[in-house]
Antibody, heavy 120, light 107 residues
Framework: QVQLQESGPGLVKPSETLSLTCTVS????????CNWIRQSAGKGLEWIGR???????HHNPSLKSRVTMSVDASKNQFFLKFSSLTAADTAVYFC??????????????WGQGMLVTVSS | DIQMTQSPSSLFASVGDRVAVTCRAS??????LNWYQQKPGKAPKLLIY???TLQSGVPSRFSGSGSGTDFTLTISSLEPEDIATYYC?????????FGRGTKVEIK
């Protein structure tokens, strides 16, 4: 059974950097594409970017300047760093696995989500 | 960016009703369209990918149709456990985007 689990702080101060970890179990790390997605009342579901098990990344252009993604395949972990946070970054942050069938890409396994509040 | 517009934003229906949710893309996305179901406090769950292919384990009362810019998610006979918010998502462009959701409630 594939499982993803986000971990990290639930409260971050404005201007600081958020660091989240996504730990994967029950799946091979080879060809694993970990996607970071957030959900807020203001913007709905927003794709942040993805990182593969080899470390290749693709970003949402509107967030790219503030986002760093990485992987430690030996620990089955993916990482998100999100800098210069403001209250507008308050959201539930998900990691999700992407799959591809006949060119269509979707998210078939998700973590439970991590509420991150940006506040002093 | 490809904008995904869902309608209605919410609907009320009775158990046993046929329910349809629509999603329109701002440009053609061929069939690169997925549907998700989200219940309160939970992560989205993949229902349909490629516009019409049912994800494994999803009840057959769910179906998807459409191509190009216009897509529909249909629940043939609404069950109480189908109360949720439904989202469409496109993977045609490099920037993957979601609709704002349709909340389905019991009348």
């Amino acid at each position: 059974q594939v499982q993803l689990q986000e971990s990290g702080p639930g409260l971050v101060k404005p201007s600081e950097t958020l660091s989240l970890t996504c730990t994967v179990s029950g799946a091979s790390m080879s060809d694993f594409s970990c996607n970071w997605i957030r959900q807020s009342a203001g913007k709905g579901l927003e794709w942040i970017g993805r990182v593969s098990s080899t470390g290749t990344t693709h970003h949402n252009p509107s967030l790219k300047s503030r986002v760093t993604m990485s992987v430690d395949a030996s620990k089955n972990q993916f990482f998100l760093k999100f800098s210069s946070l403001t209250a507008a970054d308050t959201a539930v942050y998900f990691c999700a696995r992407a799959f591809m069938v006949r060119g269509v890409i979707g998210f078939d396994y998700w973590g439970q989500g991590m509420l991150v509040t940006v506040s002093s | 960016d490809i904008q995904m517009t869902q309608s209605p934003s919410s609907l009320f229906a009775s158990v046993g009703d046929r329910v349809a949710v629509t999603c329109r893309a701002s440009q053609s996305i061929t069939n690169y369209l997925n549907w998700y179901q989200q219940k309160p406090g939970k992560a989205p769950k993949l229902l349909i990918y490629g516009a019409s292919t049912l994800q494994s384990g999803v009840p057959s009362r769910f179906s998807g149709s459409g191509s190009g810019t216009d897509f529909t998610l249909t629940i043939s006979s609404l069950e109480p456990e189908d109360i949720a918010t439904y989202y469409c998502q496109q993977s045609f462009s490099a920037l993957w985007t979601f609709g704002r959701g349709t909340k389905v409630e019991i009348k």
